[in-house]
DNA sequence: TAGCGATTGTTGTTGCGTATAGCAATCCAT
DNA sequence: ATGGATTGCTATACGCAACAACAATCGCTA
């Protein structure tokens, strides 16, 4: 069947994304997470009393959309809210969240080294920056 | 706000893959489509007579999912439907879906080339084959 | 310091895309 | 001719993200 389209920088790119998200999503699977998860557990540990906003503008997910993200987390006991001020509260860690964070990071180190693994040496270093030239210029 | 993500290539390609998403959605949406009708009116224009399964196959859209779409392009004229035998139907473009695919091929290629704009020129030719690698190996 | 716009966390609702199961009709290879 | 695979389709359900709205609080400024 002729293809118009994976010759396109764009479409490929689509697809790729989404092959990929697949592979990650399963991989993370296995500890019980997924990837927004996971991507909250490396934010959170990594700066300490964030807000459930500020989070959302780093990640591009609405405040509202984050409540039952955040819920989840807390009911699992990855995470615990710290009150701020009256109206803001800081989100951290539980020991348990640590150690899943922990989980979550040695599975994407892994995941991410398989990816780049796949791609032939001379491609390999310029797919990064190409990305990020993508994506924080859109 | 320190962030452990963005240096990820697999996480950078997800955050790319949704801003050049949402461009080219944008782009299309002047023409009344989306970007699986944009695919769809490309691949049907390239491969006359093919069936809905077979392009489920090539885009990895379920047989089931293909009805809604595929109903929404008969509906507003741009494609056909041929029986081939008794059980599968070739889909063809009517006039109107060719004029609309040459619109969608013109959106497209003006997009792919703002694509490859932004990207430093030492990085630029490098992209596609390395999504390449990343998604047809998955 | 009183007031007002902006911010935070939250609820509820909606729409879109996709996965799943099932079904009748037809094809194709043995 | 028969049984397994394929095609097109219905119906349903789930997850994710957008949107509107709201009360409470913060922080700047007049």
Same mark, same amino acid.
């Given at each position: 069947?002729? #293809?118009?389209?994976?010759?396109?920088? @764009?479409?490929?790119l689509r697809r790729a994304a989404n092959a990929t998200a697949a592979e990650l999503a399963a991989r993370?699977? #296995?500890?019980g997470l997924?990837?927004? #998860?996971?991507?909250?557990?490396?934010?959170? @540990?990594?700066?300490?009393d964030v807000t459930a906003?500020?989070?959302g503008r780093e990640l591009d997910i609405q405040r509202a959309n984050m409540v039952p993200?955040?819920?989840? =987390?807390?009911? @699992? @006991?990855?995470? #615990?809210r710290n009150p701020l001020d009256g109206k803001s509260q800081g989100l951290v860690l539980t020991a348990d969240g640590e150690d899943r964070r922990?989980?979550?990071?040695?599975?994407?180190?892994?995941f991410e080294s398989a990816l780049l693994a796949r791609i032939p040496a001379d491609h390999r270093h310029h797919l990064l920056p190409? =990305?990020?030239? =993508?994506?924080?210029?859109?």
């Open positions: 069947m002729h #293809d118009p389209l994976s010759h396109y920088p @764009g479409y490929s993370l699977s #296995d500890i997924k990837q927004v #998860d996971a991507s909250l557990l490396l934010l959170i @540990g990594a700066n300490p906003s500020a989070l993200l955040l819920k989840r =987390l807390e009911d @699992g @006991g990855l995470i #615990d922990k989980e979550a990071l040695a599975i994407i180190e892994a190409a =990305l990020q030239a =993508l994506w924080r210029n859109a």
